[in-house]
């Protein structure tokens, strides 16, 4: 999967993604940070920035949060 930054501008999407391998394996990029995700290690990410993420035999659950639903939340977890 891929959401480039011409995603980002065309459909401004502001959440944050928590994410949980349930089994598998993901390799995901978040600008110039790279990271290999294991089951049960949880992720956090903001969907307004461009991330690349590929997976190998993978099932996984993902909650996405509105920033402007949970402003408090959001202040935090940008921190």
């Given at each position: ?14 959440h ?44 996984w ?10 402003p ?8």
């Amino acid at each position: 999967f891929r959401r480039g930054s011409q995603h980002t501008r065309r459909d401004g999407l502001d959440h944050w993604a928590i994410r949980v391998l349930r089994r598998g394996q993901n390799r995901l990029r978040l600008g110039d940070s790279c990271y290999v995700v294991h089951p049960g290690e949880p992720v956090l990410f903001s969907l307004n920035q461009p991330w690349e993420s590929e997976w190998d035999d993978a099932s996984w659950v993902t909650l996405c949060i509105p920033r402007h639903a949970y402003p408090d939340l959001s202040a935090g977890l940008a921190t």
